[in-house]
Nanobody, 113 residues
Framework: QVQLVESGGGLVQAGGSLRLSCAAS????????MGWYRQAPGKQRELVAH???????TYADSVKGRFTISRDNTKNTVYLQMNSLKPEDTAVYYC???????WGQGTQVIVST
């Protein structure tokens, strides 16, 4: 099993930046793809970005050019650098691993105008 612990959320003004971190712990041999989803109030959870162990990345169109996902395989940690934040980025951000399958508890990001 994998436990995921996110950190780095908070309140920021539009145009600002935040960096989310997600550390994996538990009993596993290795972690495959890691990524981030988000869920805004009244909306479905959506994929933000994911990254393979080799560093191949995928982004939602809405965050391309503003967000950067990265990972440190030695620390089993994935990061999400969020720049040029917009009010529509306000959501709870969830870390996810695919193999083993696991979700984090979520971290709130609020972008004010």
């Amino acid at each position: 099993q994998v436990q995921l612990v996110e950190s780095g959320g908070g309140l920021v003004q539009a145009g600002g930046s935040l960096r989310l971190s997600c550390a994996a712990s538990g009993r596993f041999f290795s972690i495959d793809t890691m990524g981030w989803y988000r869920q805004a109030p009244g909306k479905q959870r959506e994929l933000v970005a994911h990254i393979t162990p080799g560093g191949t990345t995928t982004y939602a169109d809405s965050v391309k050019g503003r967000f950067t996902i990265s990972r440190d395989n030695t620390k089993n940690t994935v990061y999400l650098q969020m720049n040029s934040l917009k009010p529509e980025d306000t959501a709870v951000y969830y870390c996810k691993t695919w193999i083993p399958n696991s979700w984090g508890q979520g971290t709130q990001v609020i972008v004010s105008t």
